[in-house]
């Protein structure tokens, strides 16, 4: 059965046998036969294949051949017989080789310009002498000669130099006078040197005295850069860029809340904030347009420590309160020598001054309801006066006393005046905590290990 754009493998009107049996599929070394003109077996592919220029059907010719000392490759060319369009290019038929290649010819004499060369795609061309280069991927594959190299540069620099000098371009007549240079170039004038470089590593030039060594034929293979494996389609593509992490440290989140005093719509406000020489803690402020309540929290930014800590200071002057603190909510405080002691969960977690915690004890115990009024015992009021009095002078710094801070978690915080040095009037104890204090926190539930084989026969 005919079709149009079938394939004739051979000379027209060649006749062929019937064959009994199907014949084996050639193998590569059948497909590719060196090339060489004696071989009359060796015939191109003809395939009718549309005209780019006038758009009727031409003559497509394929030809897979192999170069000596080289490897194999693909020859096309291209005819119209109703306008008279031609193009042939060549096309490696094996992989981008692992390195770049770079031929560096030293052209003496006129034989030089017989040499057979092979250039792909995306070899560069140059001539140092001339400064002149064929940029990569500017011309199509070629099966050529050094001669027909110069040749095709030529006469692609004479192709619009009759629109140049029409309109009076100044570069016409500089462009001629280069193509007189590389005509000169043609006949050997002088000694030239022609460097193809192709990341690809599958260009080359004829060595006429193969096996034996080439002194005019310099061969460098190379690593390509990235930018050549890139050029290429080579290049690796790069991994997934993670995510940038949002720094927070210096941003305020805000989100909506309701007010705990009226129930009105508010927005809290929250910060993670840095403590020197102790960890991350969050810091959260609610203030109600409503009511105009406000109020602050502190929560720790780490887990729970492995170890308690005890932090005792011995308050001797006013400057003590100014030392920044961090209460958590499971820190109790004790002041032995008013005989008080706060316990875990009252006042919250905070992160304020000394100062500013001994105001919020003193009111918190002052202003109790159940302490004041007519119902008040007489002499539960004059403690509470007593113990008001004695809290003012350990705040102005006129009386001395310890600063207990018990914290379980481990995480509280009391700044250390003279870091990183040691504190004089500053003790700190690491502990381990007691059953009772783990189930407080509800350490003693929880399985932090081999707890997948529990849930397993559940599944």
Request: glycine share 6%.
């Amino acid at each position: 059965m005919a079709a149009s754009g079938a394939v004739e493998p051979g000379p027209p009107g060649a006749a062929v046998a019937p064959s009994p049996a199907p014949a084996p599929p050639p193998t590569p070394d059948h497909l590719f036969r060196p090339i060489s003109a004696e071989d009359e077996e060796q015939q191109p592919t003809e395939i009718e294949s549309l005209c780019m220029n006038c758009y009727c059907n031409g003559m497509t010719r394929l030809l897979l051949t192999k170069i000596p000392f080289f490897r194999e490759i693909i020859v096309s060319s291209f005819s119209c017989e109703h306008c008279g369009w031609n193009n042939t290019e060549i096309q490696s038929a094996g992989r981008i080789q692992d390195q770049g290649v770079r031929y560096t010819l030293s052209v003496r004499a006129l034989e030089d310009m017989n040499r057979e060369v092979v250039k792909t795609d995306s070899a560069a061309t140059r001539i140092p002498e001339l400064d002149f280069e064929i940029p990569a991927f500017s011309q199509k594959g070629a099966l050529t000669t050094v001669e027909g190299l110069i040749t095709r540069a030529i006469s692609g620099l004479e192709q619009d130099q009759p629109a140049r000098r029409a309109n009076k371009d100044a570069t016409a007549e500089r462009i001629d006078e280069f193509i007189v240079k590389l005509k000169e170039l043609k006949q050997v004038a002088s000694p030239f040197t022609l460097i193809i470089d192709d990341p690809s590593g599958n260009s080359f030039v004829e060595n006429p005295h193969a096996p034996q060594k080439d002194d005019a034929l310099v061969i460098t293979h190379y690593n390509r850069t990235r930018q050549q494996e890139e050029m290429l389609g080579l290049q690796e593509e790069a991994p997934a860029e993670k995510p940038e992490e949002e720094d927070l440290r210096n941003e305020v989140l805000q989100f909506n809340t309701n007010c705990p005093e009226c129930n009105a719509p508010a927005q809290t406000n929250m910060k993670l904030v840095q403590i020197p020489h102790f960890k991350e803690v969050i810091i959260m402020a609610t203030n109600c347009e409503n009511c105009g309540h406000r109020t602050n929290e502190v929560k720790s930014g780490g887990a729970v420590e492995p170890l308690g800590t005890r932090i005792t200071l011995h308050i001797t002057d006013a400057s003590d309160m100014t030392r920044d603190l961090l209460k958590s909510e499971t820190c109790s405080v004790e002041i032995p020598e008013l005989e008080f002691e706060l316990g875990m969960a009252v006042l919250g977690g905070k992160f304020t001054t000394l100062e500013g915690l001994l105001k919020d004890i003193r009111e918190l115990v002052t202003k109790n309801p159940f302490t004041l009024g007519d119902s008040s015992n007489p002499g539960q009021t004059e403690r509470l006066q007593e113990f008001s009095q004695k809290m003012d002078q350990i705040i102005e710094g006129n009386m001395k006393a310890h600063f207990i801070m018990d914290d379980p978690a481990g995480n509280s915080y009391l700044q250390n005046v003279y870091a990183p040095e040691d504190d004089p009037e500053m003790k700190v104890e690491r502990y381990k905590r007691t059953f009772d204090q783990n189930e407080e926190l509800g350490l003693n539930d929880m399985k932090t290990e081999g707890y997948e084989a529990g849930l397993a026969p559940q599944r």
